[in-house]
């Protein structure tokens, strides 16, 4: 688990390691949902399978 500081203007700034793991770059977006007492964040990611 890791902890981020929000700056300014509430922007969080992912982890690298994270990043490269998921390959999030520049433009994906990224989905919020409220459950329970946390928020669970998603990448939404543009796959194509039809290779």
């Given at each position: 688990?890791?902890t981020?500081?929000?700056?300014?203007?509430?922007?969080?700034?992912l982890?690298?390691?994270?990043?490269?793991?998921?390959?999030?770059?520049?433009?994906?977006?990224?989905?919020?949902?409220?459950?329970?007492?946390?928020?669970?964040?998603?990448?939404?990611?543009?796959?194509?399978?039809?290779?």
């Open positions: 688990m890791e981020i500081l929000v700056k300014s203007r509430n922007m969080l700034a982890p690298p390691q994270l990043s490269r793991k998921y390959g999030i770059q520049r433009g994906v977006k990224i989905l919020f949902a409220e459950e329970n007492d946390h928020i669970k964040m998603s990448a939404k990611l543009n796959l194509d399978y039809s290779n």
